[in-house]
């Protein structure tokens, strides 16, 4: 059984950082292509970032480029997402995925790509 489990949301002042943390069990975690989206309230949810399966290749949105960074250790089976200047805007449930494609390729940001989810981490930004 596939679980993906997120870490690492919180409460945090505008300017600040914080680090979320997604551990994967149950697949073959080195096969996969992994994603960050997020859900803020009232909003569809969008893709963050995706990294390819030996991490040297990354895709960012527009929205979080030169805040963001995503990066994985596949010996410890677990993505990470280091945000910093966060924004208000940022204020979401952040979701880690694991893509069904052997790539992140154009279609990283679309939900279609990915087989396997989280349940979600908070991550709230104040003004």
């Known amino acids: 059984q596939v679980q993906v489990v997120e870490s690492g949301g919180g409460l945090v002042q505008a300017g600040g950082s914080l680090r979320l943390s997604c551990t994967a069990s149950?697949?073959?975690?080195?096969?996969?292509?992994m994603g960050w989206f997020r859900q803020g309230p009232g909003k569809e949810r969008e893709g963050v970032s995706c990294?390819?399966?030996?991490?040297?290749?990354?895709y960012y949105a527009d929205s979080v480029k030169g805040r963001f960074t995503i990066s994985r250790d596949n010996a410890k089976n677990t993505l990470y997402l280091q945000m910093n200047s966060l924004k208000p805007e940022d204020t979401a449930m952040y979701y880690c995925a694991a893509s069904s494609r052997p790539i992140c390729g154009g279609i990283w940001s679309f939900k279609v790509a990915y087989k396997y989810w989280g349940q979600g981490t908070q991550v709230t930004v104040s003004s």
């Open positions: 990294i390819s399966r030996s991490g040297d290749t990354t």
């Open positions: 149950g697949l073959t975690f080195d096969e996969h292509p």
